[in-house]
């Protein structure tokens, strides 16, 4: 359980300017999440597989095949400096 001195001393370090309402009224809204979140860690999951998604949904899939031209050729004619297909660049770390 969070204090109003916690939440003060928490929103002090992270630069937040609250006051004591504030900070009361802060501190009963974490202490709500705590809470919650420790019910949840209460629930025996043992026998429960984990899931991506709340409901059995499927992200639709597309064939893969290239629909662009291969323009490799063009982009390295214009480049500055290439070597073996690569594109050259100055070295800018020591």
């Known amino acids: 359980m969070l204090s109003n001195e916690d939440v003060l001393r928490i929103a ?3 630069r937040i300017r609250v006051t004591e ?11 709500g999440i705590f809470k919650l979140i420790e019910q949840m860690q209460a629930v025996d999951t043992s026998g429960v597989a984990p899931m991506a998604h709340a409901q059995e949904v499927y992200q639709r ?8 031209p291969n323009r490799r050729e063009a982009f390295q004619a214009i480049a500055p400096q290439t070597e073996a297909g690569l594109y050259l660049v100055p070295k800018v770390i020591e």
């Open 61 to 68: 899939l597309r064939e893969d095949a290239i629909t662009e």
């Open 21 to 31: 309402a504030e900070a009361a009224q802060t501190g009963e809204q974490l202490n």
């Open 12 to 14: 002090r370090l992270a």
